[in-house]
């Protein structure tokens, strides 16, 4: 059942949906079924435990396929690999394996590259090519495997093209949607989509009620392995700014706009973007991106897709590192900016969007749980976290960039109290946002470390923005209870830093 | 579906001020053991401590009282009126109501009455009758003092099951702090007790050797717990009464602040102190509440009114433990409380004089009000409360930080009316303003807008656009002034606004009462 379920976690969201239908003949089947370049990929892992961020889940393993592509690599996404301790290759028809290693992986565009120990594995099985030219009414084959090796076909209608947020949240990626009944499989983990015989695109999530599924595309494919061909990975470019349509005429008067003409009104700037970089700066329209001009909404018209969202040239059609020109109107004067995208990595956030295989930091003192806030903290709150988690940490996540916008530092949190002698009155403490440890401000872990190296008068203050305000530790007796918490809660290290 | 039902609807006593006066049982006594409980020190989430199912205990819709008819409830003390006869009920029987009537037990008689005084934080309401038939061969009922703990009690109304009335008996289970689902943010003295009330019962006293000693208000419904009934006892009653003595009832008073006990060793070393088992730490003091600037974060509270606090925040009272609160609870607007401190290690004497916190009041529900708005250009403006929460499931991240944190993180002092575009009444000057819902006004035209009011008066000026920035991030909110008075007539009689607006904040006048004068006059 765990492949099912695993299926379901996606809420389909609509928006941006391009209306281009572009005639083809839909009759055309998208497959020729043959011995085609498949590898089953098993992988086993452990996932971590924020709330114990000393200890690891319960291990965990996915049973998926893998495409073959040229120079021995195999294309699979990145959440399979995502935590993973042990990843095998497994030919299907043959059952042979082979251990192999993740080689590139991206978890925002959900694409990882595996490359088998053995480099004979993949002999015989000719690589995929892509095939970047899917457009919406054309038709694609979802494979899957049998146990036997035997090819499971399925087939299914692109009803639309757009784009739209993947699992991690950072960003906003080209999708296809298609309409498709998918049957289970042991291996419905990452499910490859074909159209004639090449690859069009690797399965992002499926809603077995309404039978759609959304696939991550062949171009946003062919964008990460041009990308992994570098020698570091330079990672899709990040916007870097939030955006507001300028459709209403009295907002277009009121900032210089005459006409209709289109553009987004720039309503926040991520300190550190590329964006800001280049000079943007909030309330300026941005009327074109390269050669597109963006209409009131934000779209522009895309050679193959036509109307789609503009965070497309981005994503889709940018590389980090390009020089490109931005039109502004700037107090209704024309401006141009040059704008060298960048990819914003996870660390560069105050609030880190998602964290895979990495450990969580901590420092544990005296029974007092430190932590950095991170989205992936909040997300053990389940899927309701938005509402669930504490709503100061939602807010702070929310809105990190408008509330510190000199960016570059960490949210320390006290998230919880453990029972031993040192902490004995403090059981109602947690979830506190930490400002200063013995009088120095905090903004990291690190920070946290070396602040409370630095008694005063024996004690350790810890001060914070919620009640109660103040927590004291005596700093002996903190270190005193250390052994003592660990072998109580089996806390093998009192802190993990970076 | 966990819910504390108001058992709504009916009557308690007829009672003649003079009686009520004379009714000195103590004033607050809690029994021994009483189990601590926070007043009004913990407003924002009104989650009393105690039972684990109390936390999820929501307040029942009170019950349709729109023609509440509170009935006499027993014959066994009829015989004369005294002089200003007045009804003891819940103030959820009477909240929202248009129009009241009493019946009593023996009269085919329907007679119209009216509030005299409502009392929402504690759930309590006098109402009269001006007839002066109803009163005719009625004795009004007496106090007595706080019921023994498993003492026999017997509760009378008229619950669901029948017409007339009913007695129900038990003991007295518990005397504790809870918090008074009425309001949703106040915490006050209850005494629960197992004999069975139900909805019908509200407002109904719960009698022992002849005096009333408690108004049946609030319990749990069946499928949350069994037998847990709560009655409002006579300390609250009789505070309520002394209260109201000047024709006005000013609610309870209140230190407005938060505080932690004091129990790690390690701590108190910290703040100077012995280890003697005393003392409370203050953590926020809300600038706006009766401390705010005479106590400061950090000031460790050694006694109040003389008497030692512990550092688990109770205070020796009259035998028995009480929450230090409770000192203040006692106590009336414009009385002094005095405070023993430790600021910096240096011991001081403050005296304080305590108000109502109003920050707090936001977070409760209100009644007897008409919800304040603006409608602008077909833009309804709401000031943010408890009721515009729950009504509109507002689920914006900073509209809800606003609402959690607005007395915590003293918001109130910039915003003391947080103001949500709640809704917009489609018309083409508002097209495309969707987005906007939900955003908190924060500026008009560069004026800062702090309350209601302001932003009517923004709205009043006359210039060429209102130019509405709102909190955090965004574009601002454009509307043409040529465009808004174009579609005013259009929006009014399309959507059927009465009123554009309404800014009062005062309590809506009952109907009746306007007419009888009362007794204030």
């Not at chain 1, 947690?430 to 070396?450: P, Q, R």
């Not at chain 2, 575009?421 to 000057?429: A, E, G, Q, V, Y």
């Amino acid at each position: 059942m765990q492949g099912i379920r695993l299926l379901l976690f996606a809420a389909f969201s609509c928006f941006g949906v391009t209306n281009t239908f572009a005639k083809k003949d839909v009759t055309q089947a998208a497959v020729q079924p043959r011995q085609l370049s498949l590898v089953r990929v098993n992988v086993t892992g452990q996932g971590f435990d924020y709330f114990r961020p000393w200890q690891k889940r319960a291990p965990f393993s996915k049973r998926a396929l893998g495409a073959v592509l040229s120079q021995g690599r195999v294309l699979v996404t990145a959440d399979l690999v995502a935590n993973q301790n042990y990843v095998e290759l497994e030919r299907a028809e043959s059952g042979e394996k082979t251990a192999a290693s993740v080689e590139v992986v991206d978890y925002e565009a959900n694409l990882a590259l595996l490359q088998p120990q053995d480099k004979k594995f993949l002999e015989g099985l000719p690589p995929l090519e892509l095939t970047n030219d899917t457009v919406v009414g054309d038709r694609l084959a979802a494979l899957q495997l049998e146990q036997t090796g035997a090819l499971v076909v399925t087939d299914g209608l692109v009803t639309a093209i757009q784009v739209l947020r993947y699992p991690a949240e950072v960003g906003q990626f080209l999708t296809y949607r298609l309409s498709i009944a998918l049957q289970f499989r042991d291996n419905s983990y990452t499910v490859p989509l074909v159209k004639n015989n090449k690859l069009a695109g690797l399965l992002l999530r499926y809603d077995p009620r309404s039978q759609l599924m959304d696939v991550i595309p062949a171009p946003i494919i062919t964008h990460f392995l041009k990308d992994a061909a570098k020698p570091n990975y330079p990672g899709f470019p990040s916007i870097g700014f939030s955006y507001f349509p300028t459709r209403d005429p009295q907002l277009r008067k009121y900032s210089g706009e005459s006409g209709n003409g289109g553009g987004v009104y720039v309503t926040g700037i991520e300190p550190g973007a590329a964006v800001q970089k280049a000079g943007l700066r909030v309330g300026d329209i941005v009327t074109a991106i390269g050669n597109s001009e963006l209409d009131q909404n934000g779209n522009y018209i895309d050679p193959l897709y036509k109307k789609i969202d503009f965070t497309n040239l981005f994503t889709m059609r940018g590389y980090s590192g390009e020089k490109v020109p931005f039109k502004i109107h700037r107090q209704g004067q024309p401006m141009q900016l040059e704008v060298t995208l960048e990819h914003r990595s996870a660390d560069d956030y105050i609030i880190p969007p998602y964290s895979r295989d990495e450990a969580p930091q901590y420092y544990i003192l005296g029974g007092l749980i430190f932590q950095e806030l991170t989205r992936q903290y909040l997300r053990e709150w389940g899927t309701n976290w938005l509402k669930d988690a504490p709503q100061r940490f939602v807010y702070l996540d929310r809105f990190q960039w408008e509330l510190f916008p000199e960016g570059h530092r960490r949210i320390v949190i006290l998230s919880q109290v453990l029972p031993v002698n040192g902490t004995i009155g403090y059981d109602d403490v947690g979830y506190l946002t930490v400002t200063k440890i013995n009088g120095k401000e905090v903004h990291s872990l690190e920070d946290l470390a070396a602040a409370v190296q630095q008694p005063v008068d024996g004690f350790v203050k810890v001060e914070t923005v919620e009640d109660p305000k103040q927590v004291e530790l005596d700093a002996n007796q903190a270190e005193r209870d250390g052994p003592r918490l660990q072998e109580n809660f089996g806390i093998p290290v009192l802190q993990r830093l970076k | 579906m966990v819910r504390r039902v108001i058992f709504a609807c009916w009557l308690i006593l007829c009672a003649g001020g003079e009686v009520l006066a004379q009714q000195n049982t103590p004033p607050l006594p809690p029994g021994e053991g009483m189990p601590p409980a926070s007043s009004s020190a913990t407003p924002a989430p009104p989650e009393p401590v105690g039972p684990p199912l109390k936390p999820s205990a929501a307040p029942a819709p009170p019950a349709p009282i729109v023609i509440a008819a509170p009935k006499q409830p027993n014959g066994k003390i009829e015989k004369s009126v005294v002089a200003g006869p007045r009804i003891m009920t819940n103030a959820h029987v009477v909240s929202n109501t248009r129009y009241l009537t009493v019946e009593r037990d023996g009269d085919p008689n329907k007679y119209p009455a009216r509030v005299l005084f409502v009392a929402h934080d504690c759930d309590l309401a006098l109402i009269t009758v001006d007839s002066p038939d109803f009163y005719k061969n009625m004795v009004p009922l007496t106090f007595g003092g706080i019921p023994e703990l498993e003492s026999v009690v017997s509760a009378y109304g008229y619950p669901i099951g029948g017409e007339r009335m009913s007695v129900t008996t038990g003991i007295v289970s518990r005397i504790d702090f809870q918090l008074y689902t009425h309001s949703s943010i106040d915490q006050h003295l209850a005494v629960q007790i197992s004999a069975q009330i139900n909805p019908g019962n509200s407002g109904g006293p719960v009698m022992q050797n002849a005096k009333v000693v408690g108004v049946a208000f609030q319990g749990y419904s069946g499928d949350v717990a069994q037998g847990v009934a709560y009655m409002i006892p006579t300390p609250v009653i009789q505070r309520f009464l002394t209260d109201i003595k000047d024709g006005h009832y000013d609610k309870y008073v209140d230190l407005g602040l938060t505080y932690s006990k004091l129990q790690n060793p390690a701590q108190r070393r910290y703040l100077g102190l012995q280890d003697d088992g005393h003392g409370v730490i203050v953590n926020t003091v809300i600038e706006a509440g009766s401390a705010g600037r005479v106590l400061k974060q950090g000031d460790v509270l050694l006694s109040i009114d003389d008497h030692p606090i512990g550092s688990d925040a109770f205070v020796e009272l009259e035998g028995g433990r009480a929450e230090f609160q409770e000192i203040v609870e006692r106590k009336f607007k414009g009385d002094k409380v005095k405070l023993d401190l430790l600021r910096d290690k240096k011991p001081m004497t403050v005296s304080i004089e305590l108000n109502t916190v109003w920050p707090y009041l936001t977070q409760g529900h209100y009644y007897d009000m008409r919800p304040r708005y603006i409608v602008f250009g077909g833009l309804l403006f709401q000031p943010l409360c408890l009721d515009l929460m729950e009504a509109y499931q507002m689920t914006d991240p900073r509209v809800r930080h606003f609402f959690d944190f607005f007395v915590q993180e003293q918001i109130y002092l910039e915003h003391p009316d947080v103001i949500v575009l709640t809704n917009i009444l489609p018309d083409p000057t508002n097209t495309y303003l969707t987005p906007y819902r939900a955003s908190i006004v924060d500026e008009v035209n560069g004026k800062k807008i702090g309350t209601l009011r302001d932003l009517a008066e923004a709205f009043a000026e006359t210039p060429d656009r209102f130019v509405i920035k709102m909190v955090g991030e965004g574009p601002p909110l454009v509307l043409e002034r040529s465009q808004v008075e174009g579609a005013r007539e259009r929006i009014r009689s399309r959507y059927n606004v009465i009123q554009e607006q309404n800014l009062d904040e005062q309590p809506i006048a009952q109907p009746a009462q306007a007419s009888a004068g009362g007794p204030s006059s």
